[in-house]
């Protein structure tokens, strides 16, 4: 489903040249729970980026549900993100000036054949209704607990369907309790088909995925299987 | 989507009440100036009460005698002889009418002087014009015929002469430069903005000094040719000026020989702009300067002090914008969401403008600066404000979107 060949990524500036990743080989399979743990500054965010298509690498390939991207453009990154991948955050990053029914509709304005109002109201409710909240629809983040925020960011990475969820430390800022009901949804939707990618700092919620990749100061030190429930591709 | 664009520009709005106040203030000022001007060209330019007839209507008002051997040069209005042989037999026009352009005089009421402005006309003019007439009627070609000292005066005047009340003037005498007229007519008055309707006083033009028997091709007399309809104004022009070029030359006028004749019959906007942009000096350049230079002022620096409030705003909504982006918004698309935001917000400022604008305009009109003052926001210059706030908006909207569009997604979301 994602697929890195020989990824570098050097961050420049005038008088400094960085290497964030230095020659990553990463192949994940569909239906797999991957998470990958490491330091900070180990380059974690920035491999969840390129995954995302939200950068660029320096080097190397990056190929998403078969499609190698290295040459496309702005449009088609775009309508690609929209189509197959689905992002959660550590600081759940919902707008604040929308309320909850509308931060979950975002994904599918962009949609290419943009489905009408009704239907797009129809699927963040069922979203939202997903991860236990769809008695909050009408509330602004502003709001709503931590959790709460990101069952919403949650909803909001799922109402596409996306075929990949990338979550970068999504129990970061959450207490052990609102982390494991987190987690708890993560593995519901892994069960459900999606391909899961995780960042996080957090041992134990590492060893509930299949997978832990692990890195170092940009390369990867560490690949094991945890659990060998992966759906295959 | 829209719905979702103009829910945040609404909550953008709503988030910073100070730096609302000053985008809307600015907006809404610059519109103001620009409507209240519209409606002012509107006022000038534009087909209004007397002369409604104005979009097809044709005007000669100066002729130009040249001697280009001797560098000599005479021009002015024509005499009455000469548009009676060259306008008035004209074939493909309705009609024309032949008067003089604005003349002063006095009159008195015991002791008080009034001063008049006059103006010697054909019978046509009442009817290439379109005067109300609150009393009497209009002068005819009887009694102009008849050299009867008839006066059409409009309603100015007969508060100032006859006093106010609703008593019937027509048939009264009214003494103008100590000759004796009769009151035929009473019209509600033209703004002195519109020269060739405005007047105190309507003489026939065979009442005394109104020099109408001058012999010579010049005198102090214009026309206005009124086309049947618009489509018409180029035939009637090319009459006109295939009559012109009939004209013998050279042609002496108080003892001056001269070579070429330039007389044109224009619509009313070109009938002011001709004698500016035809000549080949500098004027023409320092006209589009002034023009561009006034455009700027009112247009260019609003926007640009709009465009830097917008930059820092948008640059607040970063990690909006790399939401939007991660969840599939490609620039093109945030670009247009920024730029109907501040369509929307322009918008704002524009109803707001309008409002400012009504106020502004019933204001002049009757503060009596400018006497019979009707200007309006008429659909025209609604429809011209409304442009203006679309271009205000795109243009104040698209630096800062395609400023924005330049963020990398993974920057925004860290901001």
Redo the contacts between chains.
Sequence with gaps: MIKLTNIEKVYRTSSIETLALNTINLHVAAGEFLSIMGPSGCGK?TLM?LM?L??TPSNGTVEIAGRVVTQYR??EL??L???QI??I?QSF???N??SVL?NV???L???KG?PA?ASRRVLAKEALEKVGLSNRMSHFPGQLSGGQKQRVAIA?AIV?NPAIVLADEPTGNLDSVMGNEIMNILQQLNTDGSTIVMVTHDEAMARKTHRLVRLFDGSMVGDSVLRNERVVE | MITNYIKIAWKVLMRHPVYTFITLFGISLTLTVLMVLTSFLDHLLGPHYPETKRDRSLYIMQMALRDPAKQGQSSGPMSFRFLTDNVKSLKTPERATICTFVNSSNAYVGSQKIKLNTKFTDADFWRVMDFTFIDGKPYTEQNIANGDYVVVINDDLRNQYFGRGDESVVGKPIEIENIRYRVIGVVKGSPFTRPFSYADVYFPYTTPKSNYQESGIRGNYISIILAKKRADIPAVQAEFQQRMDQIPLPITYYGAKYTTLELNAETYTNNFLRPVLARNTGLRTILFGIIAFVLFMLLGLPTINLVNVNVSRIMERASEIGIRKAFGASVKTLVWQFIIENIFITFIGGVIALVLTGFVIHFINQSGWIAYADLTINLSVFLISLLVCLLFGFLSGVVPALRMSKLSIADALKA
């Design positions: 965010s980026n995302g939200l950068d702005d449009k775009a309508q993100r929209n189509q689905g992002f955050f990053h919902l707008i000036d929308l509308d509709e975002i994904p304005l962009y949609r943009d109002g909001r596409g």
